[in-house]
C-alpha cells in the first residue's frame, strides 16, 4: 500500500480527498496538514510515495512548496490539487505526475493513481537492473560516472545513453553549473542568491532560486538521479562523483608525463576556456587558473616535442594568446625545418597582420 499525505489550507477539501482515496483503496493516508510548513517535518520522517498538495495557499508558492518538500522527501511524487485552471501548464512544467480539479472527480483520482502506478512500476524495474546508480555514501565513496558533462567551451551534459539534456531554463542551468563548479562542497543559500540573482531583493530571489531547485531536481529525478541534489545545514550540493567532465579527462592527461603520440590525443581536449560561451562572472578565477595552467604546460612540452606536435601546440598558443611575437616566430622556424613552405608563409602573415592591429 502506498503512503500520501495531503496539504490543503481548506480542511473540507482534506476530509473529502481523505474518503475518496479510502474509497478507492491502495492508499494510506499518513497525514493532512492545512499549512507547507507543518508538512516538512512529518514529510521527512514517513517518506510518503505521494503528495497530494493545493499549488494556491496564502503565502505559499506551488512551486517552491514542491521543491521544500521534495528536498525532504525526494522519491516522493507531486499531484497537485486546485481550484484554479490557469496553474495546469506550470503544474506539468514541474513534471507534477497528475493535475486535480476541485471538486476532485473521483474518476480523475483513480486515473491520477494509475499514472503513478506506472511510473512507479518502471521506476522499480530501472533500479532492479541496475539503471539507477547508487549515491557516493552508498557505494562507500566509489565513484560512478554515467553522466558526461562538458565545461570548456560551451556547458553540455550528457545521459548515460549519450543523450544532450535540455534544461528548463537559463537559471536552472546556472544553478547547476554552480554547484558543479564547487566540486560536492556544500554551499550556502545565500552565496547561491548573490551569485545568480544579485540584482533582486531577497524575497524575489527566493522563489526564483527555489524555482529553478525545483526545475533541476525534476530533471535529475526523471532521468533516475533522485539524490542528485542534496541539502542540509542551509546549504546545498550535488554529488558531482557520478558526473565525469572533460576537466577531469583533461587533468588525468596532464597528470602524466606525455610522450608526443599523447600530446597528440591530449591537445584537442581543451575546446575553450572554462564555461567560455556561458562566461559566469563566478567562475572568473577558476576559468583563469585552468587557462594559464593550460598554456604553461603547453610551454614545458614544447622542449621535447616533435616538430609536428610543436606546431601543433604553438596554433594553440597562438589562439589563446596572439599577441605573443615569439610563438610566431617559433611556429616559422618549426614549420620550416619541417619543409612546409607554405605553411611558414602563413604563419609570418598572420604575425605582420597582428602586429598591424596592434599598431
Same mark, same amino acid.
Given at each position: 500500500m502506498w ?6 489550507d481548506? &480542511?473540507?477539501?482534506?476530509?473529502? *480527498?481523505d474518503?475518496e482515496?479510502?474509497e478507492?483503496?491502495? %492508499? /494510506?493516508?499518513?497525514g493532512?496538514?492545512?499549512?507547507v510548513?507543518?508538512? *516538512? ?5 514517513l517518506q510518503?510515495? *505521494?503528495?497530494f498538495l493545493?499549488i494556491e ?5 506551488g ?13 516522493a511524487?507531486?499531484?497537485?490539487v486546485t481550484?484554479?485552471?490557469?496553474y495546469a501548464i506550470d ?9 486535480l ?19 512507479? &512500476?518502471?521506476?522499480?524495474?530501472r533500479?532492479?537492473?541496475g539503471?539507477?546508480p ?5 557505494t562507500g565513496g566509489?565513484e ?8 570548456l567551451?560551451?556547458? !553540455? *551534459?550528457y545521459?548515460? @545513453? ?7 531554463t ?6 547547476f553549473?554552480?554547484l558543479? $563548479? ?5 554551499v ?5 542568491? !548573490? /551569485?545568480l540573482?544579485p540584482?533582486?531583493p ?7 532560486? $527555489? ?5 533541476l531536481?525534476s530533471?535529475f529525478k526523471?532521468e533516475g ?7 542540509? @545545514?542551509?546549504?546545498y550540493w550535488? $554529488? ?6 572533460d ?5 588525468? $592527461?596532464?597528470q ?7 600530446w597528440?590525443?591530449t591537445?584537442?581536449?581543451?575546446t575553450? @576556456?572554462?564555461?567560455?560561451?556561458e ?15 593550460w598554456?604553461s604546460?603547453m610551454?614545458?612540452?614544447l622542449d621535447?616535442? /616533435?616538430?609536428? %606536435?610543436?606546431?601543433m601546440i604553438?596554433r594553440q598558443?597562438i589562439?589563446?594568446?596572439?599577441n605573443?611575437e !615569439? ?10 625545418r619541417?619543409?612546409?613552405?607554405a ?6 602573415a598572420?604575425?605582420?597582420r597582428?602586429?598591424?592591429? !596592434?599598431?
Amino acid at each position: 500500500m502506498w503512503k500520501a499525505i495531503l496539504i490543503d489550507d481548506e &480542511e473540507i477539501a482534506l476530509d473529502v *480527498l481523505d474518503i475518496e482515496l479510502m474509497e478507492i483503496g491502495g %492508499v /494510506e493516508v499518513v497525514g493532512k496538514f492545512q499549512l507547507v510548513t507543518e508538512a *516538512l517535518e512529518p514529510c521527512a520522517r514517513l517518506q510518503p510515495d *505521494l503528495i497530494f498538495l493545493d499549488i494556491e495557499m496564502p503565502g505559499t508558492n506551488g512551486i517552491a512548496a514542491a521543491e521544500m518538500l521534495f528536498a525532504r522527501c525526494p522519491d516522493a511524487e507531486i499531484i497537485y490539487v486546485t481550484a484554479h485552471h490557469q496553474y495546469a501548464i506550470d503544474a506539468f512544467d514541474t513534471n507534477a505526475i497528475g493535475y486535480l480539479l476541485k471538486p476532485v472527480a473521483k474518476e480523475r483520482l483513480i486515473k491520477a493513481l494509475a499514472r503513478f502506478a506506472d511510473l512507479h &512500476e518502471r521506476k522499480t524495474k530501472r533500479i532492479g537492473n541496475g539503471l539507477v546508480p547508487p549515491s557516493a555514501e552508498q557505494t562507500g565513496g566509489r565513484e560512478e560516472s554515467p553522466l558526461s558533462l562538458k565545461v570548456l567551451g560551451s556547458m !553540455e *551534459l550528457y545521459a548515460a @545513453d549519450g543523450r544532450l539534456m535540455t534544461w528548463r531554463t537559463k537559471k536552472t542551468k546556472e544553478l547547476f553549473a554552480l554547484l558543479w $563548479h564547487y566540486q560536492g562542497q556544500p554551499v550556502y543559500k545565500y552565496v547561491i542568491l !548573490e /551569485e545568480l540573482w544579485p540584482e533582486y531583493p531577497v524575497e524575489r530571489s527566493q522563489r526564483l532560486f $527555489h524555482t529553478s531547485l525545483y526545475y533541476l531536481r525534476s530533471m535529475f529525478k526523471s532521468e533516475g538521479y533522485p539524490d542528485m541534489v542534496m541539502y542540509g @545545514d542551509e546549504r546545498y550540493w550535488i $554529488h558531482s562523483s557520478i558526473i565525469q567532465s572533460d576537466i577531469d579527462r583533461l587533468s588525468d $592527461h596532464l597528470q602524466a608525463s606525455l610522450s608526443g603520440k599523447e600530446w597528440r590525443e591530449t591537445l584537442p581536449l581543451y575546446t575553450g @576556456d572554462y564555461f567560455e560561451t556561458e562566461h559566469y562572472q563566478w567562475a572568473n578565477a577558476r576559468r583563469m587558473e585552468l587557462r594559464l595552467t593550460w598554456i604553461s604546460s603547453m610551454v614545458q612540452a614544447l622542449d621535447n616535442a /616533435e616538430d609536428d %606536435v610543436q606546431s601543433m601546440i604553438l596554433r594553440q598558443l597562438i589562439r589563446l594568446e596572439p599577441n605573443r611575437e !615569439e610563438y610566431y616566430d617559433m611556429l616559422f622556424d618549426c614549420l620550416n625545418r619541417a619543409g612546409d613552405q607554405a605553411g611558414a608563409r602563413q604563419t609570418k602573415a598572420m604575425k605582420e597582420r597582428m602586429l598591424l592591429e !596592434e599598431a
